[in-house]
């Protein structure tokens, strides 16, 4: 996609959640109709980045000597 999020002004309260704060609300603009919500929230954090991916296997590896099990929920997308 070549559109950028862009700050809009929020309408407080909002009715979906009338005790958050939308002072940082984005949104973008995106010309898919056949896109669903399912589709759009998985393109959006459906995998991590490979730094995070890295941490992860790290952070498996320290715990793994305690006698942790290690979390594959998060390193499955790698």
């Known amino acids: 996609m070549t559109e950028k999020p862009v700050a809009v002004k929020p309408h407080l309260p909002n009715p979906a959640l009338p005790g958050a704060n939308w002072a940082d609300c984005y949104e973008i603009r995106v010309h898919a109709p056949e896109l669903t919500v399912t589709e ?24 793994n000597l305690a006698g942790l099990k290690p979390s594959t929920y998060h390193t499955a997308s790698a």
């Open 40 to 63: 759009a929230a998985r393109m959006a954090v459906g995998r991590f980045p490979f730094w995070v991916r890295l941490l992860i296997r790290v952070r498996n590896a320290v715990t």
